[in-house]
């Protein structure tokens, strides 16, 4: 007997049927989702409604639906600005610096806490490395703070030995160098852990067969190590590429001062600035937000497509 055939109009199974049964036979792990995708959708997709302030005059009497729609008007006083301009273009350059200095050490700590044959000295350097991470940047401005300024210890052992002090904290040449030595100190451990993780994912047969050839520990670094963990380091690279426009504001804002503001004032604390400390306007402040986060996104995609150009995998298919 023949089986049935369905007609062109009912399908045997539709798309919708074969995901309620995937579904169903993942019930548990799907159960497990849930708490994660109500947060997400409560605490990342509900406030976008939020983003229409940048299109809109915003008056708190009429709240953020009723306010007047102004379209691209906001966008026009932003670029306008030109403390907006001096600030995007500073935020490219501290990022663009740290990306460049910065990115390496994490890859570089990971790959000789893995060549440690002694186990408990990794695990312990790996530990002292990482407990910067748990640190808030009030806490590290504070030692920063107390260790750099003018009665602070590098400048009170100068005087000891009779040499000038240096005002590391007031100067605008010192700010920079001091966000990227604070940043490597307190993130580099963190950042290890996922090339740990991603090395101790490689096979093992493969530094077997490498060491019956004669390879030595340098060449399977080289050879082995570093081609398996190479689709990590190109996610975390384009992922840090996705942020270029976003610089860290607790680090800056609790490393700056006044006198240096003509290096410090980056797109983060410019929105600061203006939604807090000047004449209040949030249809201003979210106009630049707005324009901060398109930016991200297009650096994002333009990574990601640089990623596959030269052979890799991206974060999209």
């Known amino acids: 007997m023949k089986p049935a055939v369905a007609g062109p109009g009912k399908p045997e199974r539709t798309w919708v049927k074969r995901l309620g049964a995937e579904i169903w036979k993942n019930r548990m792990v799907y159960t497990l989702l849930i708490p994660g995708i109500v947060w997400l959708f409560l605490f990342a997709y509900m406030p976008m409604g939020g983003l229409s302030l940048a299109f809109k005059h915003y008056n708190a009497r009429l709240g953020i639906w009723k306010s007047h729609w102004i379209g691209l008007e906001n966008f026009r006083y932003v670029f306008r600005d030109p403390n907006f301009t001096a600030a995007v273009w500073r935020t490219l350059y501290i990022n663009i610096i740290k990306l460049v200095i910065q990115f390496p050490f994490p890859i570089l700590v990971a790959l000789l806490l893995n060549e440690l044959r002694m186990r408990r000295m990794s695990k312990i350097f790996q530990t002292v490395l990482t407990f ?3 640190l808030s940047w009030i806490i590290v401005s504070g030692i920063v703070i107390n260790v750099l300024s003018y ?25 920079v160098p001091m966000l990227l030595l604070t940043d490597i100190w307190k993130s580099t451990g963190w950042g290890a852990i996922i090339y740990l993780a991603a090395i101790s994912g490689i096979d093992q ?5 490498s060491q019956i050839d004669g390879a030595t520990r340098m060449q399977q670094m080289f050879r082995i190590t570093l081609p398996n963990i190479l689709p990590t380091i190109v996610v975390m690279f384009i992922l840090n590429v996705g942020g270029l426009m976003s610089s860290g504001f607790d680090q800056i804002f609790n490393l700056a001062n ?3 503001k003509n290096v410090s004032e980056v797109l983060d604390v410019y929105i600061y600035r203006i939604t807090f400390q000047s004449s209040t306007d949030f249809s201003f402040s979210t106009a630049v ?7 991200n996104m297009a650096l994002l995609l333009l990574a990601d497509r640089g990623a596959k150009l030269m052979g890799g995998d991206g974060l999209f298919k």
């Open 132 to 134: 910067p991470q748990f």
């Open 151 to 175: 009665d602070g210890l590098v400048n009170s052992a100068l005087s000891l030995l009779g040499l000038p002090t240096i005002n590391f904290l007031g100067s605008a040449s010192t700010f």
């Open 205 to 209: 047969d493969q530094y077997e067969s």
């Open 258 to 260: 006044a006198a240096t």
């Open 289 to 295: 937000s707005l324009f901060r986060s398109l930016v």
